[in-house]
């Protein structure tokens, strides 16, 4: 049970405002109403396959949203809200949480019930088929949607205006796992050819996978790299999934899409096969499922990713924030419920810098957010967004298996060591 503090010197001075105002309009003009709460939709399958998913986004949510509220003895986080004040105007945050089931057809229905419930703007954590349709909705009737956990570039392509997402995209992860090879030029180890490795999903994942076969092509043409040809990709799913059939080189470098649990498993047995020849960085929708892979080795493949627990160990404001999911939850801070967690302080945020609690105004707020990186616990630069709704600020990091589990490599700011074993 989380403790509790009191600031009776905030209600005070919230009271005091509040009769000053109204001596000074003589109650001709009276001050807006002041809601004593606002709500924030979340967008989260609570059943089905993904429920799983859905009950670690909800936890990092709530959390946000109990941060806001809620006084809490001796601690002083560096976030743009107080701790105990609510909003500035001493409005209180709620949660109502629409269960999307992760199906495409169910999600505006539930989006619209949110918002006719009172849902000024909207979260999301789900996967890429069920982000598309919300950010149709969404941007339809006119409110905000923070996506928490989407990072396909298919969405550039959309113009939409109320549809913000906050991971790296797609991209950025390909050019954060080419950064680590060009620290190996000029080395007796250095890399001249990409290889890719992707499954064949259908429907939206599908293009992203393909959106991402384009971008490793592109951005290794760009940085220098031959390209093996679209015939040699290698793969992840069907009868010969993470097999390489001799495609692969000494001077050869992998970089495997993944979109399930089971291509993780190809990934990383492709990586335990090709070692000593080529390194395989995981990049993709499901790098998280690494950390469920158990064999006598740990994981041969790298990956790149949006978080790190590792790094939100030595990150003062991730420690203060998983110590109090842990306390709160009886578990571990996820790369899920962190996403949500941003998501959510991010709307909050924008909520926090209106004088009207309207979709349109807390829209507004959200394109004009401007983050450090000193105030997130995510390893990015920040949050801010562009014309396209990307968090262009966000950051990608890529993780070895260690020992003692996944480690920081790239960028070497960032790392735990500098020895990345490629």
Not at 52 to 60: D, K, N, P
Request: charged share 15%; with cysteine; proline share 6%.
């Amino acid at each position: 049970m989380l403790t509790r503090g009191r600031r009776p010197a905030v209600t005070a001075l919230v009271l005091a405002s509040a009769l000053l105002m109204a001596a000074c309009t003589g109650g001709k003009h009276p001050a807006p109403k002041v809601p004593p709460t606002i709500a924030i939709g979340l967008l989260v399958p609570t059943s089905g396959a993904n429920a799983a998913l859905g009950q670690q986004a909800t936890l990092g949510a709530k959390l946000a949203v109990e941060l806001v509220n809620q006084d809490f003895e001796g601690l002083r986080l560096p976030l743009p809200l107080g701790p105990g004040a609510g909003l500035r105007n001493g409005t209180k945050l709620t949660l109502i949480v629409g269960n999307t089931e992760s199906a495409p057809e169910k999600v505006e229905k539930e989006a619209s019930r949110l918002v006719s419930e009172g849902a000024v703007g909207l979260v999301l954590a789900d996967t890429i088929d069920v982000a598309s349709p919300a950010g149709r909705e969404t941007d339809l009737i006119g409110v905000s949607l923070v996506d928490a956990l989407s990072t396909s570039d298919t969405f550039a392509q959309l113009n939409r205006t109320a549809h913000f997402r906050i991971q790296p995209s797609d991209q950025q992860m390909v050019a954060t796992a080419l950064g680590l090879l060009f620290r190996e030029r000029d080395t007796p180890t250095q890399f001249k050819r990409i290889v890719t490795a992707a499954g064949t999903p259908t429907g939206a994942l599908g293009q992203e996978v393909n959106l991402l076969r384009n971008s490793i092509e592109d951005l290794s043409l760009a940085a220098g790299y031959e390209v093996a040809g679209k015939d040699k990709v290698l793969p992840l799913s069907g009868p010969n999934a993470g097999q390489s059939d001799g495609k692969v080189v000494k001077g050869d470098a992998v970089l495997a899409v993944v979109t399930s649990p089971a291509e993780a498993a190809a990934a990383n047995e492709l990586a335990t096969a090709l070692k000593g020849t080529a390194p395989v960085i995981a990049l993709g929708p499901a790098v998280g499922a690494f950390d469920a892979l158990k064999n006598g080795n740990g994981s041969q493949a790298l990956r790149a990713a949006g978080w790190s627990s590792e790094f939100a160990g030595r990150n003062p404001i991730a420690q203060v924030v998983s110590g109090m999911y842990e306390q709160a939850f009886q578990a571990k801070l996820t790369d899920v419920a962190a996403a949500a967690f941003t998501a959510t302080m991010v709307l909050a945020l924008a909520m926090d810098q209106v004088t009207e609690f309207t979709p349109q105004s807390v829209r507004g707020a959200v394109q004009q957010m401007s983050l450090p990186a000193t105030q997130t616990i995510m390893p990015w630069n920040g949050v801010r967004f562009d014309g396209n709704g990307y968090n262009r600020l966000a950051a990608g990091i890529v993780e070895q298996y260690m020992p003692n589990g996944y480690l920081v490599v790239h960028p070497a700011e960032l790392a735990t060591t500098p020895t990345v074993t490629l």
